[in-house]
């Protein structure tokens, strides 16, 4: 029988550390109050992932929330995992050594346990100078993993020929039934990429369908907790973004249930190339 999970469970990863299945995004979250107070409110209900990136603007009220959390409720560091992105692909890889130190100081954090490379703009020579600076992060203990966010099979094939020092270790992209990336999803099986969902309710946009309605009935779950454990049992980590108290806690009750094989087979049909936001993974 799959396995429920927990709101702590982690994920193994290929470089040896594990991360949380489920966090919090903070995508489109107001910088100041808002940011600080969604990422208070998760880390209460248990959340032990935020998922941020300078392009947010809100990374330094990402770490003042933990930070404040961890003095406040003793819980140890290395059991709040944050996740940060890279803004502008560059020429030269000290650029993402001097990006993750601008991220350090905002944030307040002796070290980052995720950092990814945001989108795969600029071309394979990029790529691969942006993949060698993160490979230096890592090395000098700033940066725990290092992955990529919005890469497509190509964008992959593209960096591993170059056989870079490190493998990423995710791939942060937008999975959900009416977008499954079926080709992505097996590339990254076989290499031993894990998957993050980064709009894993699909941003309300079918919360109405027919058959997420139908699969809400049967489980007496809303349609957004049938989205998010959609990407639990196929295998994902799953950031759901919240502003609001209650939406973030309703977010986090999904681990009393698992869907069937059927209904989750039933669901991988419903694809439909659905870009709900930013859709660069067939960029050159």
Known sequence: MPDTYSLTSRIPLNDGNSYPRFGLGVYVTEPGEETYNAVTWALEAGYRHIDGAEWYENEAD???AINDFIAKSGTPRSEISFTTKLMHNRTDPAWVEKCVDASLQKAGLDYID???IHDPTGGPDVRAAMWEGCCR????GKVRSIGVSNFGVKHLEDLLARKPKYIPAVDQIDLHPFMTRVELVKYCQSK???LEAWAPLVRGERFDHPVIVELAKKY????AQILIRYGL???FIVIPKSTKKNRIADNANVFDFVLDKEDLDRLLTLDEFLVTDWEVSTVP
């Open 62 to 64: 990402c770490g003042r």
């Open 114 to 116: 995720l950092y990814l």
């Open 137 to 140: 992060a890592k090395d000098s």
């Open 192 to 194: 031993n990429i894990v």
């Open 220 to 223: 007496k779950k809303s349609p």
């Open 233 to 235: 049992d196929s295998g």
